[in-house]
């Protein structure tokens, strides 16, 4: 991403305010006092702080790419993460299969008070490539995922609004609004449901740049982890432009594993087996 776009200092204030409001007991506040956007960004920490503390994991995944007429590609994939303290995650994906793209791996350094950082080695050029603000709308390896949604975003790269609950399922869900600070964004706005209960998301509409529903991500199967942390077993996002459609499917969560931070270097890319 870059850094002339978002700069520190834009950052700070508002990871300040994130503060102020995290620290406000929430019990003093009714809903009827807060506005949507305080009460949509109370939303958004609450969901943030769930899924803090899982410290690393590691995961299988099969991509599942289907065009508008049926036709189907596989790929094979591993990923893992590390949560930083007082910093974003560090995350790897790395394509084992079909021959032709094993090896190419999404290296991400997330960041909470900077923009973040994206690189994809090339195994055949024996290349590193870091990825610009303005190629994270691009399709990631040809997929209906672009590059910034493989990613977890951190809560102070967007403003928030609340817009409502209502029945999702046998579940209650709140629907809020995600506003991305990042102007390069190739979203305008996020439109997200969450269970009141477990603050799992289960559906996402995407909005491009002319505000226009662009793609839709919906969450399913999930399991829960060392008692506390959620994981959903198969995401599908469904592109409303073209037809087409990408499935993840997750398995072998492996919580636990002790991964260093030197893991998730671009050095580290180069040496992906």
């Given amino acids: 991403m870059d850094l002339t776009l978002q700069s520190t200092p834009f950052f700070i204030p508002f990871a300040l305010l994130l503060l102020l409001l995290w620290l406000s007991p929430i019990s003093s506040v009714s809903a009827q006092e807060e506005t949507p956007e305080e009460r949509g960004m109370r939303i958004a920490l609450a969901a943030s702080e769930s899924n803090e503390g899982f ?6 995944l099969t991509m599942v790419i289907r065009d508008r007429r049926g036709g189907e590609s596989t790929r094979q994939m591993r990923f893992k993460v590390l949560e930083v303290p007082d910093d974003g995650d560090k995350s790897l994906f790395v394509f084992d299969q ?8 999404l290296l991400t350094h997330a960041h909470i008070n900077a923009p973040d950082d994206q690189w994809l080695y090339l ?9 610009s603000a303005s190629e994270r709308s691009g399709s990631f390896m040809g997929s209906e995922f672009a590059y910034e949604d493989m990613r977890a975003g951190e809560v102070a790269e967007y403003t928030y609004k ?4 209502e029945p999702c399922g046998e579940l209650t869900c709140t629907v809020i609004e995600q506003y991305p600070l990042d102007e390069k964004s190739g979203y305008s706005k996020k439109v997200i449901w969450q269970d009141t209960e477990e603050r799992r998301s289960w559906k996402m509409e995407l909005y491009d740049r ?4 662009l793609k839709t991500l919906t969450f399913a199967k ?3 982890y060392l008692d506390k942390y959620w994981r959903a077993e198969e995401q599908t996002m469904e592109n409303h432009l073209t037809g087409a459609s990408t499935v993840l499917k997750w398995t072998e969560f492996e919580f636990g594993k002790n991964l260093e931070e030197s893991e998730f270097t671009q050095t580290a890319l180069r040496r992906i087996r």
Avoid: M, N, W
């Fill in 162 to 165: 609340y817009l409502r609950e």
């Fill in 98 to 105: 079909p021959r032709d793209v094993k090896g190419t791996a």
């Fill in 55 to 60: 410290g690393d994991f590691s995961a299988e």
């Fill in 210 to 213: 002319k505000d226009s529903h």
């Fill in 222 to 224: 999930y399991k829960q």
């Fill in 123 to 131: 195994p055949a050029l024996q290349k590193v490539k870091r990825i």
